[in-house]
């Protein structure tokens, strides 16, 4: 089973910035499709960002509209570690943020968490205003 643990969370005033990683277990990290989703109260689970598990320096991304421009997902394979590097942060993005894993097979989607095999516990992010 693959294990995921995130951490980076906590407060953060609007406009600010926080950096959330999540660490993998898994001797075939470099081949997982990885995702960011969060989830606020009284709302469903919400895609935020997903990169695509390839072994190599350059990977496919996939955003969330609400996020393009402000969020930043890279990997780093050696430390089977993804990150998810938030700037202007808004008050909106307030959110239980969790890390998912796929990996099986071929997928031309990423949005959808049944997509992914493996989450971890999540890790809360606060904007204040």
């Known amino acids: 089973q693959v294990q995921l643990v995130e951490s980076g969370g906590g407060l953060v005033q609007a406009g600010g910035s926080l950096r959330l990683s999540c660490a993998a277990s898994?001797?075939?990290?470099?081949?997982?499709?990885m995702g960011w989703f969060r989830q606020a109260p009284g709302k469903e689970r919400e895609f935020v960002v997903a990169i695509r598990g390839s072994g190599g320096i350059t990977y496919n991304t996939y955003y969330a509209d609400s996020v393009k421009g402000r969020f930043t997902i890279s990997r780093d394979n050696a430390k089977n570690t993804v990150y998810l590097q938030m700037s202007s942060l808004r008050p909106e993005d307030a959110a239980f943020y969790y890390c998912?894993?796929?990996?099986?097979?071929?997928?031309?989607?990423?949005?959808?968490?049944?997509?992914?095999?493996?989450w971890g516990q999540g890790t809360q992010v606060t904007v204040s205003s």
């Open positions: 898994g001797r075939t990290f470099s081949s997982y499709v």
């Open positions: 998912a894993a796929r990996i099986g097979t071929y997928t031309s989607t990423y949005r959808s968490p049944s997509l992914y095999d493996y």
